[in-house]
T-cell receptor, first 114, second 115 residues
């Protein structure tokens, strides 16, 4: 299906485990983003990518790693999950940042770290 | 640095009435875009409306309009003829132009439409 997808949609893991959240978009958008959403904080940017092999930190990058070997995929890895990383994670994409374009969001992944 | 402020954590409106959700922003970028997104209880983020900083007219999309006052750095969302399905969280966001300009979101306003 066209659009932006995230997997898994729900994940429960334990403290200290490595977790990877997947994001895939079919539009060939240049930009991709990872946000976390927590009560009282709205959406906070974790990492973003302007193109394949180009990534930059956002507001809250600590404890997360990203990669972008292909334009359509932007996985987010929690190297050693902590309880404070329990959150809803949204992936988003947009066309080139050289113009103003809206972001399109995936459905989100609800992650619980026990 | 860019910043978005939404001072209304929650709002109530009667069905069929109009409602204004406030958004103020701060940026030093000469060019930028302002966006509103809706997040219903199901969780997805839905794009509603966009206003460019150099647009002369306020943006409109169906029942949504954006009251853009550049000098006051405000970009309020107006929803006309509220419907029960408008009950949701609403986020104001901003993006500057150029490479590396990512989005900044406000904390959101929860709108409840009363029958």
């Amino acid at each position: 299906d066209a659009g932006i997808t995230q997997s898994p949609r729900y994940k429960i893991t334990e403290t200290g485990r490595q977790v990877t959240l997947m994001c895939h978009q079919t539009w060939s958008h240049s930009y991709m983003f990872w946000y976390r959403q927590d009560l009282g904080h709205g959406l906070r940017l974790i990492y973003y990518s302007a193109a394949a092999d180009i990534t930059d930190k956002g507001e809250v990058p600590d404890g997360y790693v990203v990669s972008r070997s292909k334009t359509e995929n932007f996985p987010l890895t929690l190297e050693s999950a902590t309880r404070s990383q329990t959150s809803v994670y949204f992936c988003a994409s947009s066309e080139s940042g050289l113009e103003i374009n809206e972001q399109f969001f995936g459905p989100g992944t609800r992650l619980t770290v026990l | 640095a860019q910043k978005i402020t939404q001072t209304q954590p929650g709002m109530f409106v009667q069905e069929k009435e109009a409602v204004t959700l406030d958004c103020t922003y701060d940026t030093s970028d000469p060019s930028y875009g302002l966006f509103w997104y809706k997040q219903p209880s199901s969780g997805e983020m839905i794009f509603l409306i966009y206003q460019g900083s150099y647009d002369q007219q306020n943006a409109t999309e169906g029942r949504y309009s954006l009251n853009f006052q550049k000098a006051r750095k405000s970009a309020n969302l107006v929803i006309s003829a509220s419907q029960l399905g408008d009950s949701a969280m609403y986020f104001c966001a901003m993006r500057g132009m150029g490479y590396g300009q990512n989005f900044v979101f406000g904390p959101g306003t929860r709108l409840s439409v009363l029958p």
